[in-house]
């Protein structure tokens, strides 16, 4: 099993919609989870840090359940330039562990 | 201020032959990370430098593959004897500080451009 499983996608969405991605994990030991975004052909760049009260940063929100051991992301009113790949990140037994994203397409 | 930078941006060569990535980390960073990304798929951890501690060399996949870093500066990811399921994209990324309680992680990580890889 992964350490970290993501739904590859892709999800189309249009403009203004609301979209979810989860992110389920199996190492019970990690301290800390971000979700990064990357734009195609581009490198990773932290989107959020991810906390178990939940943060919200504009249109995004996340969420962590360590019970459940899963994240969430959470993107309202989608745009255009939200189309990317996002990644689900955590602390893991060595350096971070990258899930392998999740492609967001938003369409006009 | 200068991000991270690396070189070459792209680099084709024959199977068999060796290459040598480079790797410039923000001024300052004491941390420095080497993945792989094979297209299509996530990030997978190579190699960790953190200032002059031995560096956490368990992702490498194989001994033909080696980094080192000079100080808190300039790494360099080398593969020998490259085969084709090498090629893939080579990021590096550097951060300004270790995690707590002495482990190697660190909330952010700013990544470079990559080098992408092809061996023919």
């Known amino acids: 099993r992964k350490e970290v499983e993501q739904d590859p996608g892709p999800f189309n969405v249009p403009e203004g919609a609301t979209v979810a991605f989860n992110c389920t994990y199996s190492n019970s030991a990690s301290q800390s989870f971000f979700w990064y975004r990357q734009d195609c052909r581009k490198e990773p760049k932290l989107l959020m840090s991810?906390?178990?009260s939940g943060n919200e940063d504009g249109r995004f929100t996340a969420q962590l359940n360590r019970a459940s051991q899963y994240i969430s992301l959470l993107i309202r009113d989608s745009k255009l330039s939200d189309s990317a790949t996002y990644l689900c990140v955590m602390t893991g037994r060595r350096a971070l562990t990258f899930g392998s994203g999740t492609r967001l397409q938003v369409q006009p | 201020g200068a991000g991270v930078s690396q070189s070459p941006s792209n680099k084709v060569t024959e199977k068999g032959k060796d290459v040598e990535l480079r790797c410039d980390p923000i001024s300052g960073h004491t941390a420095l990370y080497w993945y792989r990304q094979r297209l299509g798929q996530g990030l997978e951890f190579l190699i960790y430098?953190?200032?002059?501690?031995?560096?956490?060399k368990s992702g490498l996949p194989s001994d033909r593959f080696s980094a080192e870093r000079t100080g808190e500066s300039v790494s360099t990811l080398t593969i020998q004897r490259t085969q084709q399921e090498d090629s893939a994209v080579y990021l590096c990324?550097?951060?300004?500080?270790?995690?707590?309680?002495?482990?190697?992680?660190?909330?952010?990580?700013?990544f470079g451009p990559g080098t992408r890889l092809t061996v023919l």
């Open positions: 991810v906390y178990s």
């Open positions: 430098f953190q200032g002059n501690s031995a560096p956490d």
């Open positions: 990324a550097s951060s300004p500080t270790p995690g707590t309680s002495g482990r190697a992680y660190t909330d952010t990580q700013y």
